[in-house]
């Protein structure tokens, strides 16, 4: 909602009409940028696939409007290149690069209605006058703003007049479209249905599409694959699935799930063959040998990396003591499915790098939970609840690097990587 692009809705209104029917990556290599002496953007390589739609995620100031704002030709980098389709355009102006962007806040022309507004950007690119017309007709069904084509910018509300911004993109056929925060404007149930309309529309054209968000769960929703960007630089590129369930580091694991992952300090034990996390008097059995890349951290302090979905109220007396944990609910929030708690647990709190991000860090280590709707907890109360260690992400303290994942005891044939062959 900051509107600090303050941008036009469109860019490159001068190139064709339809796209160029180039093939190959559109993104930017090696490229860095920096403002008023300070790095904005450090050696940034992202790329997305002819079609892909790659999220590029991050917290606000990560970045992500100046990276589009680059691929656009909106603003310069110091070094490294620009790709649209394969074709370099590091130095072509803004109309030659076949861009469509959406800013977090678009500008419609006021004194002309809806859908003279879609319309526009063809109009001026010499389309015939019925194929405009039936390009904003179509466009307006499948976006559901039909009803208001008619109507001037200034009869519509500030989510509508966000959606004719995203029309006004979606109605030309680019190379590739850039998407920054399009859904900003719009209120909570409008954003679940416009994101399925821009992704089926995106689909359904085919056209390359770079979608910024600092909403995780909307990332995780519409991506091909996404990109976390932090402090400038790309933490993990990789599917959905593949950075919730295998996260580089700590940044990583803080940033991608809702709640953010409970973190709680270990040591890594051995005894009679089997290894465990020591935290504070408890030891949690990992129920097997010391994994191999875990190994070298025997005896070492760690950080576990624990989900909600993975930390359960303990049942009454039947849970081994070892995998049981004493906690102090610290919040409760009710979801409807869950009662979401936020647990103090009794242990120093986790100052490894990257930490920040996840669950709070500051007053001690904390531990996130779903327990049932029906629970009655309140903040203050103590609770016991039952970790398996077995679902712990492994981070080392000192780099806050991911060591061992959950998925690692089982792996998959393989976590693709490449933008290609993954789709
Ligand atoms: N023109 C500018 N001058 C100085 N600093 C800028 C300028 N544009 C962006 N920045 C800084 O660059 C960083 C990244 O900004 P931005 O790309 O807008 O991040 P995001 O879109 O992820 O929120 C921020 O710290 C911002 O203050
Ligand atoms: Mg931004």
Known sequence: MTGSTGGTG??????????????????????????DGSPVLTDVTLLAG???????LGPSGSGKST??????????????????????????????????????????????????????????????AAEVQERVTSRARQLRLSRLLPRKPAQLSEGERG???????????????????????????????????????????????LYVTHDQAEALAVADRLALLHEGAVVQVGKPMELYERPVDLVACGFVGSPPVGLLPAR????????????????????????????PYAGQEVVLG?????????????????MALDAVVTAVEYTGRHNVLTLAVGAAPV????????????AGATLRSFFPPRAAVRVGD????????????????????ALWHPTDAHPRRSWPSQPREDR
């Open 268 to 295: 890594l034990v051995s005894s009679g063959g089997l290894a465990g996390f020591e935290v504070g008097s408890r030891t949690l059995p990992l129920w097997r040998p010391v994994p191999e890349p875990l190994r």
């Open 382 to 401: 103590a609770v016991r609840v039952a970790v398996d260690a077995a679902r712990a992400h492994v981070f080392s303290a000192r780099t806050g690097r």
């Open 50 to 56: 002819d079609g892909e739609l790659l999220a590029v």
């Open 10 to 35: 469109n860019t490159g209104g001068t190139g064709s009409t339809g796209n160029t029917g180039n093939t190959g990556n559109t993104g930017v290599e090696g490229v860095t940028v920096s403002r």
């Open 67 to 128: 990276l589009l704002r680059v691929i656009a030709g909106l603003a310069r980098a110091d070094r490294g290149e620009v790709l649209v389709r394969g074709r370099r355009v590091t130095d072509s102006p803004p109309g030659e690069r076949h861009v469509a962007m959406v800013f977090e806040s678009s500008a419609l022309l006021p004194f002309l209605d809806v859908s003279s507004n879609l319309g526009w950007g063809l109009k001026a690119q010499r389309m015939p």
């Open 163 to 209: 959606l004719v911004g995203i029309g006004k993109a979606l109605v030309r056929v680019p190379d590739v479209f850039l998407l920054d925060e399009p859904l900003a404007h719009l209120d909570a149930a409008q954003r679940a249905r416009v994101r399925r309309q821009v992704v089926e529309v995106v689909r359904s054209l085919g056209v390359t599409t």
């Open 351 to 362: 100052t490894a790098p990257g930490a920040t991000l996840a669950a709070g860090t500051s």
């Open 306 to 322: 624990l989900r909600a979905e993975d930390v359960h109220e303990a049942a009454g007396d039947t849970d081994p003591e070892a």
